[in-house]
């Protein structure tokens, strides 16, 4: 069994900045591609960045360029996701999520395989 363990998320007013974590535990299992997708209230889940295990690639939605930045740390299987300048559009529940084989399709939600519980994120204006 796989788990993906968020933590970091939280209350913070506009312009601030909070870092999640996302830890794999479990049984061991390929990662090739893990990601970060938000879902606000009535919305749809939306791709926000993704890195390659392999390599350290990363990419970003346009929404959240510049402002956002996604790493890991191979040795303690997690990845993070580092949110600066945000604004009260960032509010949403962010979830992590580890894909097992290769593909350029990073920015959709089926790609995945594993998906972690979410942890809330509120920006205050």
């Known amino acids: 069994q796989v788990q993906l363990v968020e933590g970091g998320g939280g209350l913070v007013q506009a312009g601030g900045s909070l870092r999640l974590s996302c830890t794999a535990s479990?049984?061991?299992?390929?990662?090739?591609?893990m990601g970060w997708f938000r879902q606000a209230p009535g919305k749809e889940r939306d791709f926000v960045a993704a890195?390659?295990?392999?390599?350290?690639?990363?990419y970003y939605a346009d929404s959240v360029k510049g402002r956002f930045a996604i790493s890991k740390d191979s040795a303690k299987n997690t990845v993070y996701l580092q949110m600066d300048s945000l604004k009260p559009e960032d509010t949403a529940v962010y979830y992590c999520?580890?894909?097992?084989?290769?593909?350029?399709?990073?920015?959709?939600?089926?790609?995945?395989?594993?998906w972690g519980q979410g942890t809330q994120v509120t920006v205050s204006s």
């Open positions: 479990g049984r061991t299992f390929t990662k090739n591609t």
């Open positions: 999520a580890a894909a097992t084989y290769l593909t350029d399709l990073y920015t959709n939600s089926g790609t995945y395989d594993f």
């Open positions: 890195i390659r295990w392999v390599g350290g690639r990363t």
